[in-house]
Structure formats: C-alpha cells, structure tokens
Nanobody, 126 residues
Framework: QVQLVESGGGLVQAGGSLRLSCAASGRIFSFYVMGWFRQAPGKERGLVAAQRWSGGTIYYADAVKGRFTISRDNVKKTVYLQMNSLEPEDTAVYYC???????????????????WGQGTQVTVSS
C-alpha cells in the first residue's frame, strides 16, 4: 500500500510560479513511476509529468515542457512539481499518482496508475 498526500496548490497570477509536493508513505520500489496528473472541469485527467522513482527518463506533456519540472527527494520520499510561467490554462486539480506496473515505458494514462492522492487545486488568474 502507498499513501500520497499533495500540498502546495493555490491561487496565482499568470506568469507566476507554484511548487507542488507529494509526500509518499509505504514501500516505494525503484521501478515505480511517480506521476503528476491534472484535471480541469469537464476534461479528462491527463498526465503532466512523470519519472521513475530510480530516476532516468522523464515524461512531460507538450503543454508544460520548458515550464514545469518534476523532481524527487528519495530520503524524504517526496515528489515535487515546480510550475513556472503559469497560464490560466493550467488551472486544474493536480493529482499525484504512483504506477506499480513493471514496464519499460512510463505509463501515460490514468488507468496505468494504482495509487492516487486527494488532489490539490491550482488556479491561475489572468
């Protein structure tokens, strides 16, 4: 079992920055993939960024490349999402998730993730 708790959401003006945190508890294996998803009203939940717990390849959605950075602190068992140059289109509930599937590719769909946090609201005003 893995428990995830997100924090760091809030209201920010366009062009501003926020850093989301996801604290994990329970056993985390090196092959697990840690992902950040977001879901805006009326839209599907989509993957924003993901990285294997052991490091290596990082996935970013095209919409956030160059603006968002995923990172992790293995000692604190915490994953971060640094969000810069925020745009109103980034407004959504952001979820941290863990995929425990043993695959060579990073899972990019929500159904590939097994554990989810409660979500944190990010609102970007224009």
């Amino acid at each position: 079992q893995v428990q995830l708790v997100e924090s760091g959401g809030g209201l920010v003006q366009a062009g501003g920055s926020l850093r989301l945190s996801c604290a994990a508890s329970g056993r985390i294996f090196s092959f697990y993939v840690m992902g950040w998803f977001r879901q805006a009203p009326g839209k599907e939940r989509g993957l924003v960024a993901a990285q294997r717990w052991s490091g290596g390849t990082i996935y970013y959605a095209d919409a956030v490349k160059g603006r968002f950075t995923i990172s992790r602190d293995n000692v604190k068992k915490t994953v971060y999402l640094q969000m810069n140059s925020l745009e109103p289109e980034d407004t959504a509930v952001y979820y941290c998730a863990v995929s425990t599937q043993l695959t060579s590719e990073i899972q990019t769909v929500a159904s590939g993730y097994d554990y989810w946090g409660q979500g944190t609201q990010v609102t970007v005003s224009s």
